[in-house]
T-cell receptor
């Protein structure tokens, strides 16, 4: 079974600085997708960024970018120029041959003004 | 596109009671998913539908849980004889059916269940 591990339960960053959230996963599949979702307090989960495993180029979405290392099974999220609105729980998720998403336990990001 | 909606947003019930939650997906999304999220954990997959067909169920979905999507639009999740361990956030998500790619799942706000 696939597993997703987020080793940082909590992280903090100063406003305007850069922070990197870690995620590793375990799978025997060769074709899969990886996602970062953001869940603000008492608000719904929204997609931050996605990466197709067959693509070598790392995905970017404005201030958000990933470092996808397929051989190492690592998928970290970098947030540049952090803003107060970035404060949330961040979940890394895996989707392989099944339709289901497999989530990590999440990282709580605090942004300090 | 009004997003995924869920009703109710909060539910408090007593142990042993039955509860039913509703999810309305984004219109024209033919895939609908249910997840459960307990405190301090990421969401865990429960089941998913493609149109009205329930195609996959997790072992987490005990015989007290039943989900339906009778007309391929909204879905209901019923929990019979609730237990305190059922207390959690129940999340619904929907996605279109991709052409050879996995489409992104869009989540609703969730229904928070508290079983006393």
């Amino acid at each position: 079974a696939q597993t997703v591990t987020q080793s940082q339960p909590e992280m903090s960053v100063q406003e305007a600085e850069t922070v990197t959230l870690s995620c590793t996963y375990d799978t025997s599949e060769s074709d899969y997708y990886l996602f970062w979702y953001k869940q603000p307090p008492s608000r719904q989960m929204i997609l931050v960024i996605r990466q197709e495993a067959y693509k070598q180029q790392n995905a970017t979405e404005n201030r958000f970018s990933v470092n996808f290392q397929k051989a190492a099974k690592s998928f970290s999220l970098k947030i540049s120029d952090s803003q107060l609105g970035d404060a949330a729980m961040y979940f890394c998720a895996y989707q392989g041959g099944s339709e289901k998403l497999v989530f990590g336990k999440g990282t709580k990001l605090t942004v300090n003004p | 596109d009004t997003g995924v909606s869920q009703d109710p947003r909060h539910k408090i019930t007593k142990r042993g009671q039955n509860v039913t939650f509703r999810c309305d997906p984004i219109s024209e999304h033919n895939r609908l998913y249910w997840y459960r999220q307990t405190l301090g954990q990421g969401p865990e997959f429960l089941t998913y539908f493609q149109n009205e067909a329930q195609l996959e169920k997790s072992r987490l979905l005990s015989d007290r849980f039943s989900a339906e999507r009778p007309k391929g639009s909204f879905s209901t999740l019923e929990i019979q004889r609730t237990e305190q361990g059922d207390s959690a956030m129940y999340l619904c998500a929907s996605s279109p059916q991709g052409e050879g790619v996995q489409e992104t799942q869009y989540f609703g706000p969730g229904t928070r269940l508290l079983v006393l």
